[in-house]
């Protein structure tokens, strides 16, 4: 079986592009496996926000202090780009850890979903939708 998503966070993936629009949003994807079942938004601290994005560090520190007590996992993180397509930048390839999660980039009309492998970013089929 290939990604699961729910609906609830496809909704909020889309809310937070619009809401932070013209700049971008960015986030932490929450799950277990390959099913993403929650999104935590973070504060967006890059200095130039339009066109880069730097998640909250404490957010990170949280999402994993609470994966460690049981909560949900930090499967990936979530951005978007605001007047580009939903595939990663030069600026997302240059930045990406290489580490297997899950990236999901948000723009006007689709989400693209993405895994960072060591060799570099693989594309995801659109995930199966989960109520």
């Not at 079942?37 to 994005?53: C, G, K, S, W």
């Not at 999402?63 to 978007?80: C, N, P």
Request: net charge negative; proline share 9%; aromatic share 6%.
């Amino acid at each position: 079986m290939g990604l699961l998503v729910t609906r609830d966070v496809i909704e909020l993936l889309r809310a937070e592009a619009s809401g932070a629009h013209p700049e971008e949003c960015c986030g932490i994807l929450l799950g277990e496996g390959d099913a993403i079942n929650a999104a935590l938004p973070a504060r967006n601290l890059h200095p130039e926000p339009r066109t880069r994005f730097e998640i909250d560090p404490q957010a990170l520190v949280d999402a994993h202090r609470a994966a460690r007590s049981g909560g949900a996992k930090v499967l990936g993180y979530y951005h978007s780009h605001p007047e580009g397509p939903p595939h990663p930048s030069a600026t997302d390839r240059a930045q990406a850890a290489h580490d297997g999660l899950i990236w999901a980039i948000i723009c006007k009309d689709a989400i693209g979903w993405w895994r960072d492998t060591p060799d570099g970013f693989t594309t995801l089929p659109y995930p199966a939708i989960r109520a």
